[in-house]
């Protein structure tokens, strides 16, 4: 009998999901068979994305659930583990996903900016990492042997540092470092650790942080920011969410268990390292 190599009937967790890229790997886990806790800092956004996907096809209404979480507070990180455990008996797969920016000129950037963002990004990664981990070890492998995944969010910003998003660009960095470090220290349980790295993507994080460029003089008109930066993808297009999610389904599947410690870079050319 051939092993399931996809997604279905996996317990996975994905952080910020209640909009964007969150939003759609979640969606895309779910009409894969998955059971999804839907999590965001806005609990009741995370509610209604978690209503709306009930009917979606190849969903099924028991399979999702909403938490609401601020990924900096462990006992939040911890809270929102225990009832996706409660819900669907385990956890294997956690998408430490959560993540914000705030555009700043390098010379103007302060303290609370970089705090602010280090913190989600990187701390609340972190946490997200060592949470999940600890309620892996706990519970022991699955009916197939595998004990779980982590997967984390990264940016083409983790690759080469821009002059207006400077603690944007250290934090997802710190997302890269975090991914081999826990992939070594984890690979003892048999728990693997990979991310990926989206370029340019249609969503409403691009569509504040080009508001925000423009506030600081970085950009003088709505729509020059995605232009500028997504000028040389070599698919001539910036993203969709959807684009993402091909990539994020193989990573919480079977079918990448020999994969660990990498980053994936999904950018349609822009970046190539």
């Given amino acids: ?28 886990l779910l009409d894969g ?8 800092l806005n609990a009741d956004q995370a509610a209604e994305v978690a209503e709306a996907s009930r009917t979606r096809p190849g969903a099924s209404p028991d399979n999702v659930i909403s938490a609401g979480v601020d990924v900096r507070d462990r006992a939040q990180t911890r809270a929102m583990i225990d009832q ?4 669907f008996g385990r956890l294997d797969v956690m998408f430490n996903n959560a993540g914000v920016n705030k555009p700043m000129n390098f010379m103007d950037v302060t303290e609370e900016n970089w705090s602010f963002i280090m913190d989600i990004n990187g701390l609340g990664c972190l946490i997200g990492m060592q949470e999940a981990a600890r309620q892996m070890i706990a519970q022991g492998p699955d009916e197939t042997g595998i004990s779980g995944k982590i997967v984390n969010t990264a940016s083409i910003a983790s690759r080469q540092g821009f002059d207006n998003v400077a603690p944007y660009c250290a934090s997802k960095w710190a997302v890269v470092s975090l991914t081999q470090s826990a992939a070594r220290d984890l690979a003892k349980h048999d728990i693997t650790v990979t991310g990926f790295a989206p370029g340019v993507v249609a969503t409403e994080m691009w ?12 950009a003088e008109r709505p729509g020059q920011a995605m232009e500028e930066f997504s000028s040389e993808i070599l698919k001539g297009r ?13 990573l919480a599947s079977r079918a990448s268990d020999y994969m660990t410690g990498q980053i994936v870079m999904i950018d349609g050319g822009m970046t190539l390292v």
């Fill in 238 to 250: 910036v993203a969709r969410p959807e684009d993402i999610t091909g990539t994020t389904t193989f």
């Fill in 33 to 40: 068979g998955a059971k999804v806790c839907i999590a965001d």
């Fill in 1 to 28: 009998m051939t092993e399931p190599r996809g997604v279905e009937g996996r317990v996975c967790i994905v952080t910020g999901a209640a909009r964007g890229i969150g939003r759609a790997i979640a969606e895309a």
């Fill in 207 to 218: 569509e504040q942080v080009d508001r925000d460029l423009m506030d600081i003089g970085a």
């Fill in 84 to 87: 996706t455990v409660a819900a």
